[in-house]
């Protein structure tokens, strides 16, 4: 008993002291977080080049040509049109701000007018009850823009922002390399160090939970590529300003479950909104560019490509978010999915335990004490 209990006490503390050391470096495991994302995601293509008679150096250095190339095309080509419209998207951001906080002013005039005074003076709040609705619904809108501005700026003005930036350029390809290099000799390595008598167990845990990152990372990434093209080129046909920005935005933090569908709907629907009043074609056409990726999305795309690999109910993955974002930041938001698949894995496992067990099935062992005891007593002999 106590050695069982050294045991879980011995894990319960590497755990929390892993935590803890990712916690207290959390602003540099982006690059690496990134890195260990592609070597994972890359090093099947190296074992089949390994197959046809590549070496690992070789094969390691096919793919990481092949992937600077890609690279060096996506910035060459697509990024500068994106830094454009990023810059004009901030630099027009304060008439937007203005546009959008008039236009829902006179919406609300309207309503108010046609509909919203009658509606209020029948329920009995008069009609001071539609101005301040008007007045209140006006500052909000004006308050979040401001913030929803100030935050965008502070993010790509910041040094921090900058630094983050450059080396998840820099440091993500050379990382990659080597990792992807001594991929096998790691795992081995921790394969090795696995106690014995619990090697089998651990490595059916490892086989479970490759299939579900894999699932995931694999699946999603083909997914993220799809919607950014989608979102991107959809939109700057329908000639939605913005278009490209709004569409690689949103690819990338589809990714993070729910979060790059939300930021297509809200920045695709203001802009065009603002754009386009008082016509709703505009609108009417990012919509419909947006909510058909959507359906792609749910309907074909994460079904055949992600399917249930997760395992896990949507209220624990926004859990997970959460969770993990608020330690971790934008680098615990990337993990938190493939993290959480690997944590559901090991709950599913340690559930089948507990209904193995006797705890679970209410065996007792009083019963086979009391009869070692009763044994034990001596028999008086009569006659």
Not at 11 to 36: C, D, E, K
Not at 97 to 106: A, M, Q, R, S
Request: aromatic letters at 10%; glycine letters at 10%; charged letters at 15%.
């Amino acid at each position: 008993m106590m050695r069982l209990e050294w045991q879980i006490g011995f894990w319960i503390g590497a755990l929390v002291l892993l935590v803890l050391l990712l916690w207290l470096f959390s602003g540099v495991l982006l690059p690496f977080a990134a890195a260990m994302a592609l070597s994972y995601l890359l090093n099947p293509v190296a074992d089949r080049l390994e197959r046809l008679g590549f070496s690992r150096l070789g094969a390691t250095l096919l793919i990481m040509a092949g992937f600077v190339l890609v690279l060096g095309l996506f910035l060459v080509l697509v990024m500068p049109a994106f830094w454009r419209q990023l810059a004009s998207f901030l630099q027009a951001l304060p008439s937007y701000v203005v546009k959008l906080e008039d236009l829902i002013t006179d919406l609300s005039v309207r309503l108010a007018q046609d509909h919203g005074a009658t509606m209020l003076e029948k329920l009995g709040f008069g009609k001071q009850a539609s101005t301040d609705l008007r007045n209140s619904t006006s500052d909000l809108v004006n308050q979040a823009a401001q913030w929803a501005g100030t935050f965008v700026k502070s993010i790509w003005s910041s040094g921090a922002a900058l630094i983050g930036l450059l080396s998840l350029l820099v440091l993500t390809p050379v990382v990659t390399f080597y990792m992807l290099l001594d991929w096998d000799k790691m795992i081995a390595t921790v394969d090795s160090l696995v106690p014995l008598r619990h090697r089998q167990t651990v490595r059916e845990l490892a086989r479970e939970i490759d299939a579900a990152m894999a699932g995931f990372l694999r699946g999603q990434s083909l997914v993220c590529l799809f919607l950014g093209l989608w979102y991107g080129v959809g939109l700057s046909l329908v000639g939605l300003n913005f278009g490209l920005l709004i569409g690689i935005s949103a690819g990338l933090l589809s990714f993070i479950p729910y979060v790059g569908s939300l930021t297509a709907l809200v920045l695709s629907s203001v802009v065009a909104l603002v754009q386009g009043w008082p016509e709703w074609k505009l609108l009417a056409m990012a919509l419909a560019v947006v909510l058909s990726g959507q359906f792609l999305e749910g309907n074909v795309l994460s079904p055949k490509l992600v399917g249930e690999s997760v395992g896990l109910h949507p209220v624990w993955l926004i859990f997970a978010l959460l969770g993990f974002g608020s330690l971790f930041g934008f680098t615990g938001l990337i993990t938190a999915v493939p993290l959480a698949a690997a944590a559901g894995v090991i709950l599913r496992f340690a559930v089948r335990r507990y209904r193995e067990s006797k705890l679970y099935k209410g065996i007792d062992a009083a019963p086979a004490k009391i009869m070692i005891e009763a044994s034990s007593v001596p028999v008086e002999k009569r006659g």
